[in-house]
């Protein structure tokens, strides 16, 4: 029995913050800058409009020329959705995230521990503190489906196990929905509306054709569509628990270029001098920022080839991602998304002395923290050479043994020069 | 972990100054010699700019040092 939470219009809400009165005029969250011109998600008086998540901005203007476009909000909306998911897990469900404000999860190994799927609706809702729509399905599609039609208040349930009875049930229910629900699956975002120029309006009309017309006009999408419609669908592949782990620095005066690299450079040796860590390495990061003039966030995320703890690495792989950066920026964070196993450095043939040399200084620095704490070992780090301001130009961050190699920018400067 | 600490940070230093802005004494010094003296204007953009006339000045112990009047606050600093 398949749990789905939906918190409807999620990361428009998050980007509005306590601008809640624009979800009642016709709202959309703005193009991503540098990405492709279409709205994100959209309110209720837009959705009248006939506008929809995903359509170009010039169609969506034309159709509503008084539409209000807000920055959307990445960061923000990927920290909200994450306590969410943790207020989940911390009852016990193995949550599998759709997208931010859709998460299923498979009940059964709750049913008894709350006495029924009423209470463990009940103690979801008493979890997750914020107003959600909760559908209950046999199939995670059909649970999506279900919760796209709950009120605030009443939970929409289709009882029934995975076995053919349960997939019976759900395609039952879904039968008389529109095919537009699928565009809750990233995959099929683009067929709804070619089934209905099709004049195929329902699921039901979709689960009646016979699977090798579908194959042979779609390809693979017609053929999960035909499955989703029939009460079918793939098993759900909960995520690891994860932990989180994160450095923010404020910027007082808004940064770019060098001064932001420098900035990412910090956040790198805070992050690996986190006792948290445990020696581990960092498999996948998130950087983050808020960006001036209340232009919103941005957030990339990084997946490194293997996973590291080499400053000097990591370096390489996120300081180029800087320069997506739309706008100069007011914070920036660094998160640790995924972990990766414990560092061990494999030993070459010959013994290096510079090698042993590191390790002794980063055994020295690990003991050193150890005793007086992570403050113990700091290194003078050029922020910004240049600046006119004495105090802008460098400042103190944790020292790490192979990030204290003298950065080419960071060469002498004509104090003279620095004053003109 | 605390936040990154910037270094040369300014800090506030007593100095008695002539009528055209020049500085007399540091701390109770006496000025022996003006070395340099430079303005720096910055962030006019924003609500918070920055004035500052800088003075690089040497005792008469034989201390040099660098204070600055923020043209804003009419208040003294020393910065190295």
């Given amino acids: 029995m398949i749990v789905c939470v939906l918190f409807p219009r999620f990361a428009l809400a998050t980007a509005l913050g306590d601008r809640g009165e624009l979800l009642q005029a016709p709202t959309a969250l703005a193009p991503e800058p540098g990405g492709a011109q279409q709205v994100g998600e959209v309110s209720l008086a837009a959705e009248a409009f006939g506008i929809h998540p995903g359509m170009r901005l010039g169609e969506a203007l034309a159709r509503c020329p008084r539409l209000t476009l807000v920055p959307s909000d990445p960061a923000g909306v990927a920290d909200s959705w994450e306590r969410l998911l943790v207020r989940l897990e911390s009852m016990g469900a193995a949550v599998e995230p759709e997208r931010p404000g859709l998460v299923c999860f498979d009940a059964r190994g709750l049913l008894r521990l709350h006495g029924g799927i009423d209470g463990v609706l009940s103690a979801v809702r008493r979890a997750m503190r914020s107003p959600a729509r909760f559908g209950v399905a046999p199939s995670r599609f059909a649970a999506i489906a279900a919760a796209t039609r709950a009120r605030a208040r009443r939970p929409e349930i289709v009882r029934g196990g995975s076995d053919a009875e349960g997939r019976k049930r759900a395609s039952a229910f879904l039968a008389p929905l529109p095919v537009a629900l699928l565009r809750a699956r990233p995959a099929l975002a683009d067929l709804p509306e070619a089934l209905e120029r099709l004049g195929i309006r329902t699921l039901g009309e979709l689960a009646q054709l016979p699977p090798t017309a579908l194959a042979d006009r779609f390809g693979a999408t017609g053929l999960l569509a035909h499955r989703l419609a029939s009460g079918h669908d793939s098993a759900l592949s909960p995520r690891p628990a994860s932990e989180y782990l994160r450095e923010v620095l404020e910027l007082p005066e808004a940064a770019s270029g060098t001064q932001l690299q420098r900035g990412l450079e910090m956040l790198i040796d805070r992050l690996l001098a986190r006792n948290e860590r445990r020696g581990r390495t960092f498999r996948s990061v998130v950087i983050s920022a808020v960006l001036v003039e209340q232009g919103g966030t941005w957030r990339e995320q990084v997946v490194f080839r293997e996973a590291l703890s080499d400053p000097v690495r990591m370096r390489l792989a996120l300081v180029p991602r800087l320069e997506y950066l739309p706008a100069p920026a007011e914070s920036l964070r660094l998160a640790v998304e995924r972990f990766g196993p414990l560092a061990t450095d494999q030993r070459s043939l010959l013994d290096d002395p510079a090698a042993a040399r590191m390790a002794r200084l980063r055994e020295a620095i690990r003991q050193t923290r150890a005793v007086a704490g992570p403050d113990a070992a700091m290194r003078v780090l050029e922020v910004d050479p240049d600046s006119r301001f004495p105090e802008r130009r460098a400042v103190l961050t944790p020292f790490e043994g192979s990030s204290a190699l003298p950065s080419p920018s960071g060469a002498a400067t004509d104090r003279a020069d620095r004053r003109r | ?80």
Avoid: H
């Fill in chain 2, 1 to 80: 972990m605390s936040g990154p600490r910037r270094l040369s940070v300014p800090r506030r230093v007593a100095v008695t100054a002539a009528d055209d802005g020049c500085p007399l004494a540091v701390d109770g010094r006496e000025i022996d010699s003006v070395r340099e003296a430079w303005l720096i204007e910055d962030r006019w953009w924003t609500e918070k700019p920055l004035r500052r006339r800088y003075w690089e000045v040497v005792t008469t112990c034989g201390r040099n040092e660098i204070v600055f009047c923020d043209l804003r606050s009419g208040r003294w600093w020393r910065q190295r």
